[in-house]
């Protein structure tokens, strides 16, 4: 299994930014309504809306876009050797 992967099995809490920007690397499209940060991608049905707490992520949506890329099998074209 992709290294990605397994580090997203551990992960509880990430900063703001990161998380955005990681979406955004997986070809999801942003939009900015007051603080919530809203991902949409054409392939899959769900919508991510991130609201950072100052410059970190809300644990439940950490959890909510590890389980998309998990789901998806979102993959950044790097191999673990």
């Given at each position: 299994?992709?290294l ?27 939009r ?11 392939e ?38």
């Amino acid at each position: 299994m992709h290294l990605l992967f397994d580090k997203l099995e551990k992960i509880t809490f990430y900063k703001g930014v990161g998380l955005c920007n990681l979406l955004k690397a997986f070809g999801f499209d942003e939009r900015i309504r007051g603080d919530h940060h809203i991902f949409s991608k054409n392939e899959i049905d769900e919508i991510l809306n991130l609201q950072p707490i100052g410059s970190k992520s809300k644990a439940y949506q950490v959890k909510q876009v590890r389980n998309i890329i998990l789901k998806y099998k979102f993959n950044l074209g790097v191999d673990d050797e």
